[in-house]
C-alpha cells in the first residue's frame, strides 16, 4: 500500500507539468507574430511536418527614391555659358535647314584668343540684315580632322616636315579623331578617320615618314601609294589618274584642289557635333586638278568645314607668298590655301623652321577646338545662292574671323569622290 501510496504521489505533479506546458502553447499562439521592434522577423525552420514559410511582405511598399533634383546654378555675369547653350544640342538643331552654325575665332591685338564674351558681345548679318542668335556657347569642341599632306613639295622642304609628324600628331586631343591623305599627281588616303590616340594614326604617319625618306636623292618622280600613279611608258595603269609627268617642260601637276575636295567629303560625313576642319600642310601649289577652286569652296561651307594650313616652302617667304597668288597661263595657282582659309573662317600660318612648324601645329588645333559657336535660323528660304556673313563684336580693340558665307543648299556636282 506504501508503494501504491508514492506512485500516486508523484502521477499529481507530471499531471500539472503537461497542463503547464499546454498553456504555455495556448498563450504563445495568441501573442502577435510581430517581432520586438528593431529585431527582424525570421521564419521558423522548415519541418517535414510543415512546409517552409515565405519570408513576410514588409508593411510599408518599397519605393524607389526619386533622383536627386538637377541644381542648375546661374553663371555669374559675363559668363561665356550664360545662355545655356552647349555643343550637344547642336545635333538636333542642325537638322533644320534653315539654321546656320557659325564657329567664331576672337583674338586681341597681341594674337591670343579672348576667352569670358557672351552672346551680348557678338553681332550676325547675313546679306546685311542682323540675325537673332538663338544658339551661342564657347564650349570647346572635339575635332573631326582631316589632315592632307603635299608629298610634290621639294625634297628639301619635305625633309623639315617629315620630322614635325609626330608632333601633328601630339597636336590633337584624346577626343580628336584623324584622316590622313596624300597628293601629289594624285590624291592618296593614307588612313581613314580614327581616334587620334589610335596606333593606327601613329603607323600611318611613320609610313609617310618612311616613303619620304626612300625618295631622298633619287629622280622627282616616284611610285607607290604615296607618290606618283604606277605608270607604263609614261601613261599610267589606271585610266583614271593624270599621267606621270615627262621630262618635257611641262609642269608636274599638283591636285590641291582634288585633294581638298576628298577630304572635304568624307569629312561631311562625320558627326555634326564635331568641329570638322582640314589641316593642309602644303606650298599651296594648285595645277590641273579635275576640281575648280570654286567647286570645292562650295562644298566646304555647305558643310561647315573650315580650312587651316600651315604653308612651307616658297609659299611661307614673305613677299615672294603674295605674289604667287598670281594666276599664270598653263602654270596653275600659286599659293591657295589663303583663298580658302578666308572664305571659310579658318587661318594660315607661314613657317620656315622645323620647330616653327611644330609649334604651327598646337596653335592650329587649339584654335579650331577652342571657338565661339553662334547659331541662328535664317528667314530666307533654302536655295543654291551664296549668302553672304559678317560677325561683328561690340568690344573695341578685338579682331574677328569667320567664314565670309555659306551655300544653303549642297551643290548638285561632285557629291562623291
Known sequence: MRHQGRNKIHAVPGVALVWALA??????????????????????????????????????????PPPPPEVATAPPVGSPLDSGSTRNELFTLTKNVNFVVVPVTVKDPNGHLVEGLTRQDFKVLEDGAEQKMTFFTSDPFPLSAAVVLDLGVPDFVFRKVRETLPALVGA?????????????TSVQKVQDFAPAVNAKVSQAMERIRKKATAREGSAPVVGGPFGYPPSVNGRPIDPG????????????????????LQAALDLSR?????????????????????????????????????????AVGSSAIPGYGQAQRVHLPRMGYGDILPKYASATGGEVFSELSQSAIETAYSRLTEEARNQYTIGYTTRATPSSRYRDIEVKITRPGLSVKAKQGYYPLPPQARQSP
Do not use: C, H, W
Open 23 to 64: 498553456a504555455g502553447l495556448a498563450i504563445a499562439q495568441q501573442q502577435p507574430t510581430t517581432p520586438p521592434s528593431g529585431q527582424p522577423n525570421i521564419p521558423d525552420a522548415p519541418s517535414a511536418s510543415r512546409p517552409a514559410e515565405k519570408f513576410p511582405a514588409t508593411t510599408e511598399p518599397m519605393t524607389t
Open 241 to 260: 589618274q593624270n599621267p606621270t609627268p615627262s621630262y618635257t617642260g611641262q609642269r608636274e601637276a599638283k591636285v590641291l584642289n582634288d585633294a581638298i
Open 172 to 184: 590633337f586631343g584624346q577626343f580628336d579623331e584623324v584622316g590622313l591623305y596624300t597628293f601629289a
Open 270 to 310: 562625320r558627326e555634326s557635333t564635331r568641329r570638322k576642319v582640314l589641316f593642309v600642310i602644303s606650298d599651296g601649289m594648285e595645277y590641273r586638278s579635275s576640281a575648280t577652286d570654286g567647286e570645292v569652296q562650295k562644298v566646304l561651307l555647305t558643310n561647315q568645314i573650315s580650312v587651316y594650313a600651315v
